[in-house]
């Protein structure tokens, strides 16, 4: 990991990793402050625009699979809200259609490989329903698009995605949360993401602008969450809890409450943020700033004070 030359203000910030064919470009940026002044970091894993030549090559149609798999500018939102809120954040930059951060080693759609051995292929069900239907580790198809690739990669590429990008991005996060347990005793992951509408927003039925997943209650403290859904009703804006998006491979791997370590993932519908295309920052983007920025200080006051009523308890 080496220092990034472009700081945000107050803001140490490194990088690390690669991205494979793209000479030079980080595969993630870390931002902190120093020493962090709430337990909180926000993680954006699927925002990434750094989309090399080659890449770009083996796609059947780059334009309509990049709008579709990227998290459309969710990083610009994570930027302005641990400006306003002190938190750390955690950008991935290498795209989602090189490699699912939100998906485990072992979720991939082995067929995509040309030189596979067939072991994977045959790993007796154990292939995640997602990789199966197209959205695994390396994305392979999209619903309007079909097939994203013109070729099966290698084994070599996929191991190179990996090792370049998927390992040092959670090496990233799990250290980032690390430290802020060290100076807190305990840490939340916000892990940010951007849906598609669910649904009409207007009347008795209108369909959640904002998703809250917690793993079924696995992995964050029932507290948090609470206060989570009672920061969007106080707004007025509608948020669904699990449904349709309850967390993945980023809340498996680094929420452990038990260890205190927590997360989220809070899903934000794209009309509310964007253009009616849904393609660049529109009309409510600094509204969901400021909601988004109340919503990481009122969690972590909450998590002060359940960390304090604990330590009394103890």
């Known amino acids: 990991m080496i220092p ?34 709430i337990p909180v970091l926000i993680a954006v894993p699927h925002a990434g625009r750094r989309y090399p030549p080659a890449l770009l090559a083996q796609m059947r149609d780059a334009q309509g699979a990049a709008f579709k798999l990227e998290d459309r500018y969710v990083d610009l939102l994570a930027r302005a809200v641990a400006r306003e809120s002190g938190a750390g954040l955690l950008l991935a930059n290498a795209p989602r259609a090189m490699i699912d951060l939100n998906r485990a080693p072992e979720e991939m759609d082995w067929d995509m490989l040309a030189d596979g051995d067939g072991e994977e292929s045959r790993d007796g069900g154990r292939t995640a329903r997602r990789a199966r239907g197209g959205l695994g580790l390396v994305p392979r198809r999209l619903p309007g698009l079909g097939e994203i690739w013109k070729r099966r990669m290698t084994r070599a590429e996929l191991d ?3 090792a370049d990008v998927h390992a040092p991005y ?17 840490a939340l992951l916000v892990d940010l993401h951007s849906m598609p509408p669910l649904g009409p927003k207007r009347g008795s039925q209108a369909s959640a602008d904002f998703v ?13 969450c609470a206060a989570a859904f009672d920061h969007f009703a106080s707004a007025g804006r509608r948020a669904a809890h699990n449904r349709p998006y ?28 964007l253009d009616e295309r849904l393609r660049e920052p529109g009309p409510g983007f600094e509204a969901v700033v400021e909601l988004l920025t109340g919503l990481v200080r009122r969690l ?15």
């Open 4 to 37: 990034d030359s472009t700081l945000s203000p107050g803001y140490q910030a490194f990088s690390g990793g690669s991205i494979p064919g793209a000479e030079g470009d980080f595969a993630y940026t870390l931002f902190g402050r120093e020493p962090s002044p």
């Open 160 to 162: 190179a995605r990996l």
């Open 170 to 186: 959670h090496a990233a996060l799990a250290g980032a949360l690390k430290a802020l347990k060290t100076r807190w005793g305990a």
């Open 212 to 224: 809250v997943g917690d793993r079924f209650g696995s992995s964050c403290d029932g507290a948090i």
């Open 246 to 273: 309850a967390g993945g491979y980023v809340l498996d791997r680094h929420a452990a409450p038990s260890r205190g370590l927590h997360g989220l993932q809070i899903e934000i519908c794209r009309a509310v943020y």
């Open 300 to 314: 972590a006051s909450e998590f002060a004070t359940l960390g304090s009523m604990r330590h009394a308890a103890e």
